[in-house]
């Protein structure tokens, strides 16, 4: 049973990579997995469902840096994670796929959202260290955060410039951290 939901839930992703969303039909995945349609039911009730867990088992995890490294290489460290994955040739297909079927699947926003929320705690604690630290101030919106840090890379790599988004996270954060520098006193 695990094994025919796993080669059902990889024929589903390269059928989802090659041809988006419209292309996961039922008849396409049980033909491409070689999987029979009345399994592929027994695991999930309709499309839809089947489209969430594509994405479910697709969403990238990353370790979360060490914070006694310091503020500024925790971020550097965070954003060196994120464009790791977003630089992935995988992650980079599936991507467009996530961005559409959160617009109109309620449960993948609910998933996306979930991710969202969590790896925010991850940028929180960062957030919280650079504070602490005296190179932040205190306040900052840990979602205003990941759309100024992340946005760019997100953006590069949904216009194919996959190889640039590790560059442009060295140069994201260099830029948000310099944005909080004191001014220096007019001599």
Avoid: C
């Avoid at 396409?28 to 070689?34: D, L, T």
């Avoid at 370790?63 to 994955?85: C, I, K, N, R, Y």
């Amino acid at each position: 049973m695990a094994r025919s939901r796993t080669k059902l839930l990889a024929a589903a992703t390269e059928l989802l990579v090659e041809a988006g969303p419209r292309g996961v039909t039922v008849d396409a995945v049980a033909e491409r997995s070689g999987v029979a349609k009345s399994t592929l039911y027994r695991h999930w009730e309709t499309r839809q469902d089947l489209l969430v867990d594509v994405m479910r088992s697709n969403i990238p995890e990353f370790t979360s840096p060490d914070l006694s490294m310091g503020f500024e290489a925790a971020l550097h460290g965070l954003l060196d994670g994120v464009a790791a994955t977003l630089s992935a040739p995988a992650w980079a297909r599936i991507m467009p796929a996530l961005i559409s079927l959160q617009q109109h699947v309620p449960d993948m926003a609910q998933l996306v959202d979930a991710d969202r929320r969590a790896k925010a705690v991850v940028l929180s604690e960062i957030i919280e260290l650079g504070v602490a630290e005296g190179r932040l101030p205190p306040g900052l919106d840990p979602h205003r955060v990941v759309q100024i840090l992340i946005g760019p890379l997100v953006f590069a790599t949904i216009s194919g410039h996959v190889a640039d988004v590790g560059e442009l996270a060295e140069h994201v954060v260099d830029r948000f951290i310099a944005s909080y520098r004191p001014p220096s006193p007019a001599g």
